[in-house]
Antibody, heavy 123, light 113 residues
């Protein structure tokens, strides 16, 4: 069974930092391109960024609102994805989901999601 | 930047009746490889999103056949043939054609009358 379990959320002051983790199991994590998607309270979904697998270069892409402040990394030996969030703003308050595509053929879709972890940025 | 526009934003439906949600993109979603990377997700209250449909019309495993997707180019539709109580939630379209970003629609709230 595929599992994605996020952790590390909490309350942080504006300008502060936080690191989220996503522990993966039930699939070959090292093969997967991994994404973070967030959802502000009562709002829709917003893609945050992705990291490719090592075979595809392990490179990252970010959405404009977080570029330069957030860093995505992975540890394939631990089957874990990370999101380092610096210079946090109140508008970063959201549930952060770890998500990926696992099934062959579902290209361009996100077929597996974690339960999410809440990040609140407030003074 | 690609903009995904869903209509309606709210859809009250009677149980057993059909429902339809539209998604329009600001640019064609046909990729240079010939595929159209438009998917639909469902988010039930208090739950993470769940993939329903990928590449316009392919149902993901375990998705009931009352859900169907159609469309081409810039206009896409999600249909539920007979709404059940468990279908209550918010539905999102998502494009992955215009890499590297994924873009979601604003969401359509499906509720029972």
């Amino acid at each position: 069974e595929v599992q994605l379990v996020e952790s590390g959320g909490g309350l942080v002051k504006p300008g502060g930092s936080l690191r989220l983790s996503c522990a993966a199991s039930g699939f070959t994590f090292s093969d997967a391109w991994m994404n973070w998607v967030r959802q502000a309270p009562g709002k829709g979904l917003e893609w945050v960024g992705r990291i490719r697998n090592e075979v595809d270069g392990g490179t990252t892409d970010y959405a404009a609102p977080v570029k330069g402040r957030f860093t995505i990394s992975r540890d394939d030996s631990k089957n874990t994805l990370y999101l380092q969030m610096n210079s946090l703003k109140t508008e970063d308050t959201a549930v952060y989901y770890c998500t990926t595509r696992i099934e062959m053929g579902t290209d361009g879709a996100l077929d597996s999601w974690g339960q999410g972890t809440m990040v609140t940025v407030s003074s | 930047d690609i903009v995904m526009t869903q209509t309606p934003l709210s859809s009250p439906v009677t149980l057993g009746q059909p429902a339809s949600i539209s998604c329009r993109s600001s640019q064609s979603l046909v990729h240079s490889d010939g595929n159209t990377y438009l998917s639909w997700l469902q988010q039930r209250p208090g739950q993470p999103p769940r993939l329903l449909i990928y590449k316009i019309s392919n149902r993901f495993s375990g998705v009931p056949d009352r859900f169907s997707g159609s469309g081409a180019g810039t206009d896409f539709t999600l249909k539920i043939s007979r709404v059940e109580a468990e279908d209550v939630g918010v539905y999102y379209c998502m494009q992955a054609t215009h890499f590297p970003s994924y873009t979601f629609g604003q969401g359509t709230k499906l509720e029972i009358k």
